[in-house]
């Protein structure tokens, strides 16, 4: 009876959390997903925006100043009557002013505009990299989480069987009930294990849809694996490569030449600026056309404070400039001694300790069949084997994503999305 209760319990277990995904299967490589994600997130879509709305500013920094016009009209009365100055008239004045821009303002405003355009668009190339490679991380920590879910599952199949086996050696009084007591443990703790495992797929693939912005289809499937090769350029060659074309460094050295047209442009406003005008006055007897120049001068006040606000600015963006240039320098080490680091890992793991951990499970599962080793010895290298399998599998994962932050680094993902 205490059997039957036994066996029940153990196929009471709750059925698998992860079902297959309804109609055909939709393959994706990392590749796709990252440019799905990245034409559908709407941080990058806002990115790109402000790109559009910096190339306006361009051209509304290379526009000339407008004419003013000016209409003056009424009537005109004599003083010492009309007898002697005739009838009562109307007189009517018009007036033209068109300023003339100081060309070195008006260069330095133009050049001060292009240099935001051209950090909106590291700024979008920034926002874009981050998002690939955030893309890229969550599509492996998937494929990491469906890794588990698999040898979870395949740990809960075994020690099912092995859990029969007890079952009918206690049956037929060949081992104690006890046995089968620590069986159903083991079983139900694999369980356990096995339903967690299928959550945090769950999870995973729900964090990589939200990224996405909804983009990936529901049946999705990712056509790669922790195995994928990485492929970086030389040591030598990134080392030089990563501070001279990070997005965040390209846009401090666009906002570092906007900051010093800035300074270009202040100091041409202290030279004089000149209007034209025209004047055409015409009453009854009188039709008059003059034209002059008006000239203002900087004589009290010459934009001390601007100027000097300017090049503040400008000193300021230099030394973050210098710094963070240096500090990308160092988080590029970073990410490549833990590439180095899980290279190795992964190598020590395949080379030959998965194996050996494996042939010691078949060797204590097959004495144990013949009754040389009892269960605790079995069970102990099995979980010797998970312990070391779930490392490779972080392994792997830390490998993949220590080469998806040095793309991230050096802006390397489909760009497909560049800004023309």
Not at 38 to 54: C, D, E, F, I, K
Not at 282 to 309: C, H, K, M, W
């Amino acid at each position: 009876m205490r059997d039957e209760s036994h066996q029940s319990a153990v196929q009471s277990y709750p059925p698998p959390l992860l079902e297959e995904p309804k109609g055909p299967v939709v393959l994706l490589s990392i590749e796709e997903i990252q440019q799905m994600g990245l034409h559908a997130n709407g941080m990058v879509q806002a990115a790109r925006s402000q790109v559009s709305m910096s190339q306006a500013g361009v051209i509304a920094a290379a526009q000339y100043q407008n004419p003013e016009v000016m209409f003056m009209m009424g009537p005109a009365h004599s003083r010492i009557g009309e007898n002697n100055s005739g009838p009562f008239n109307t007189q009517r004045t018009i007036t033209v002013v068109q300023p003339i821009e100081n060309p070195f303002m008006r260069s330095a405003r133009i050049g001060a505009s292009e240099s935001i355009v051209d950090a909106s668009r590291a700024s979008f190339n920034q926002v874009s990299t981050d998002m690939a490679a955030l893309l890229r991380v969550r599509a492996y920590e998937l494929l990491l989480r469906e890794e588990q879910a698999n040898m979870e599952q395949s740990i809960y199949d075994l020690l099912q069987e092995v859990r029969r086996r007890i079952a009918a050696n206690v049956e037929r009084g060949e081992a104690a009930r006890f046995e089968l007591i620590r069986a159903d443990t083991e079983v139900q703790n694999a369980a356990n294990r096995k339903d967690a495992a299928q959550l945090t797929v769950l999870r995973a693939r729900v964090l990589l849809m939200q990224l996405a912005a909804g983009s990936l289809p529901p049946n999705f499937k990712i056509k790669g694996s922790l195995k994928d090769p990485v492929k970086l350029p030389p040591l030598a060659e990134l080392r030089e490569q990563v501070p001279q074309i990070n997005p965040d460094v390209v846009r401090l050295e666009a906002e570092r030449e906007r900051a010093n047209k800035r300074i270009s442009q202040e100091k041409a406003t202290i030279l004089p600026s000149f209007n034209l005008i025209y004047t055409n006055y015409e009453e009854q007897q009188y039709n008059s056309n003059s034209a002059g120049i008006s000239v203002r001068i900087p004589l009290f006040y010459q934009r001390r404070g601007e100027i000097d606000t300017a090049v503040h600015d400008s000193a300021r963006i230099r030394e973050t400039l210098e710094y963070r240039r240096y500090e990308i320098g160092q988080l590029f080490e970073a990410a490549w001694q833990a590439l180095q680091i899980a290279q190795r890992r992964v190598a020590s793991f395949e080379g030959g300790l998965i194996k050996e951990a494996e042939n010691a499970v078949k060797v204590a599962e097959a004495a144990y069949k013949f009754g040389e080793r009892g269960l605790i010895e079995f069970l102990d290298t099995q979980r010797i084997l998970r312990g070391i399998l779930a490392d490779s599998l972080l392994a792997r994962f830390d490998l993949q994503s220590a080469a998806a932050e040095i793309d991230r680094l050096r802006a390397h993902y489909p760009k497909e999305l560049l800004v023309e």
